[in-house]
């Protein structure tokens, strides 16, 4: 959305909150007013390589930027990682944050900023709003199947206007779903045979490597060739693009979503990923979900931050000097 006002159904949450954005490489934050209107916004980079301890005093920095004034009644944090938002504790994590995995992320940052936080997965953050706006529409509860393919493969499950997290926070996590085309590939949770080491912009990568024998330093080096038409880039995209898309279709028939959602960066780079991701997505459906498509999301580059923002009125607040 081009503005700084959300709907209400997805950004308002009643009252002035903080929403905060932890990737691997930066912080985002903004302050929302009660209905959603953003106020006030902060970027910084991510201390990633310097432990927990200086990643949630940057998060706690991040936060006293945006409210200097202590308008804030509490805070919501989309962060990278396995999160259980009922625990407050991110339960794995890969080294993109050195020491990330088995920490109080709850109650450690409810000590560092004195406002009550609500924390989950970057990614279900993120889809929070996608699924207020659905619900919106199906006053029973509508049902998402949501997946951002990026560095890595992230997503969201919601089944009748629910959000599912699982055992230790784990739910969605798509990218850890077996996929034939990934066979015998390592993936960085340390099986083998997982989607995100062939669907994933650095999975990509890797697949035009072992196709081409030349470099690739990055997805969009390939997506380039592949407009030149270089068939082991072509590949690769349509490879990894097609795998998604059989992932979601089996979910798809698993779980019967009235909206499937395609986000992150991957998606980006044009309708060759997308009409392959498309094509294999509709040939796995059963009869009564023909017609279904996948859609790109409903908001933009704030979707995190106001995702998080929401996670305050929807998941357990942690308060600080509570006993871990």
Wanted: charged share 15%; glycine share 16%.
């Amino acid at each position: 959305m081009s503005d700084d006002r959300f709907r209400p159904a997805a950004g308002g949450t009643g009252a002035t909150v903080i929403g905060l954005d932890l990737g691997g490489t930066k912080i985002a934050a903004a302050l929302f007013g009660p209905d959603g209107t953003v106020l006030a916004r902060h970027t910084r980079p991510t201390p990633a390589r310097d432990g927990a301890a200086a990643v949630l005093d940057a998060l706690a920095g991040a936060a006293a930027a945006v409210d200097p004034g202590r308008l804030a009644t509490a805070l919501g944090v989309a962060a990278a990682g396995v999160v259980d938002p009922r625990t407050g504790m991110v339960t794995s994590a890969t080294d993109s944050i050195l020491g990330w995995a088995g920490t109080a992320l709850g109650t450690g940052l409810a000590d560092r900023t004195g406002y009550p936080v609500a924390c989950d997965n970057d990614v279900r953050a993120t889809a929070g709003p996608e699924l207020a706006a659905l619900t919106a529409r199906h006053p029973g509860g509508g049902s998402l199947l949501f997946v951002a393919v990026g560095t890595g493969v992230g997503g969201a499950v919601a089944v009748d206007g629910r959000m599912l997290h699982g055992a230790s926070g784990l739910a969605g996590h798509l990218g850890h779903l077996s996929s034939p085309e990934a066979a015998g590939l390592a993936c960085t949770c340390g099986a083998t045979g997982h989607l995100e080491v062939i669907a994933s912009g650095p999975g990509i990568a890797a697949h035009y490597e072992r196709l081409a024998g030349a470099r690739a330093d990055r997805l969009e080096t390939v997506a380039a060739r592949a407009g030149q038409g270089d068939p082991a880039a072509v590949r690769a995209i349509t490879t990894g693009a097609a795998a998604t898309g059989r992932v979601l279709g089996g979910l798809a028939n698993a779980l019967g979503p009235d909206r499937v959602v395609v986000g992150g960066g991957v998606p980006r780079i044009g309708p060759l990923y997308g009409d392959a991701l498309t094509a294999a997505f509709t040939a796995e459906l059963m009869p009564p979900l023909r017609g279904l498509l996948p859609r790109a999301p409903l908001y933009g580059a704030d979707a995190a931050v106001l995702g998080a923002a929401a996670l305050t009125t929807t998941l357990p607040l942690h308060h600080q000097g509570v006993l871990r």
